[in-house]
């Protein structure tokens, strides 16, 4: 088992830093727990469309709102050992705080991203806080920015999503992995 492991840690030290975010789920998800995402291991999805790993929702908002602001994380893909696609999302349901919320989402996409190397931070924050729709094309990955309406909501509510997909992937499985809930099966 030591062995196993020794070498896998190897492979993953070779590896350049976008095939690291990819090619290396267990540390992917490590990392993105780092920012308090609590994500489970990568894994097969239920009804075998895939892979996936899916973080429980996190409040952003301190403002005591009734539907506070929250950020979302998911992991995606057709294989085993190869993540196709990230999904880093915000839920604005407490407009009165978006900018706060807005602020700190943007420095845990850039802080994820510097991981593996993305120097980028000014345009994640520029995007985010601009609830821009942008593609930025990368040698090894597409950084998308985009907003949609939260249906059932407020008017003003709306989820800004930044999907980071590997060049060359296939669409991941359409269903994604399903959100991880209260022991009362109540997602948080």
């Known amino acids: 088992m030591l062995e196993k492991e020794a ?4 492979q993953v030290a070779a590896m350049d830093d976008w095939q690291r975010l990819f090619a290396a789920p267990e540390r992917t998800i490590a990392y993105a727990n780092q920012f308090g995402y609590n994500a489970r291991p990568y894994a097969a999805i239920d009804g075998g469309a895939g892979f996936g790993s899916t973080g429980i929702d996190s409040p952003l908002s301190d403002t005591g709102a009734e539907t506070p602001n929250s950020t979302g994380f998911a992991a995606s893909g057709t294989q ?4 196709d696609q990230l999904r880093f999302t915000l839920a604005i349901t407490d407009p009165d705080d978006a900018a706060v919320a807005k602020q700190r989402f ?14 980028d931070a000014a345009a994640v924050r520029r995007n985010i806080a601009a609830e821009a729709s942008a593609r930025d094309e990368l040698s090894q990955a597409v950084l998308a920015y985009d907003k949609e309406p939260i249906a059932g909501e407020a008017v003003e509510a709306r989820r800004l999503i930044v999907t980071i997909s590997r060049n060359g992937a296939t669409a991941p499985a359409t269903q994604e992995p399903e959100a991880q809930g209260t022991e009362d099966g109540n997602r948080r």
């Open 80 to 83: 085993a050992d190869q993540i």
């Open 106 to 119: 943007a420095d845990i996409v850039a802080g994820f991203l510097s991981y593996y190397g993305y120097e």
């Open 7 to 10: 070498r896998r840690a190897e």
